[in-house]
């Protein structure tokens, strides 16, 4: 079965980064998009970045310029890089992935990773 684990997440100062990790693993499809979501305490589950099997990139309004997300083929790795972090960026991180092109539809998105805490302190 699909199996996705994030890593990465951490205790910051504003204007600081971290750089997140997706590892997975089962996945047997070749056109796929893996994005990443946040959750704060209180609030909907909403989408921050997603890349697709043919490297096609999106991120949410919030997060441009700040937030870069790549994959490695070679580990299976999802990274997403992110720089000047903000206070408003605290939330749980999650790694998702779905058939096809990128989604910003939370329900659109089958197997989810355990979730990964993202701090960052004013």
């Known amino acids: 079965e699909v199996q996705l684990v994030e890593s990465g997440g951490g205790l910051v100062q504003a204007g600081g980064s971290l750089r997140l990790s997706c590892t997975t693993s089962?996945?047997?499809?070749?056109?796929?998009?893996i994005a990443w979501f946040r959750q704060a305490p209180g609030k909907e589950r909403e989408g921050v970045s997603c890349?697709?099997?043919?490297?096609?990139?999106d991120y949410r309004n919030s997060v441009k310029g700040r937030f870069t997300i790549s994959n490695d083929n070679s580990k299976n790795t999802v990274y997403l890089q992110m720089n000047s972090l903000k206070p408003e960026d605290t939330a749980v991180y999650y790694c998702t992935i779905r058939v096809g092109f990128c989604s910003w539809v939370l329900k659109s998105y089958r197997y989810w990773g355990q979730g990964t805490q993202v701090t960052v302190s004013s």
């Open positions: 890349i697709n099997s043919d490297d096609y990139t």
């Open positions: 089962g996945v047997t499809f070749d056109d796929y998009a």
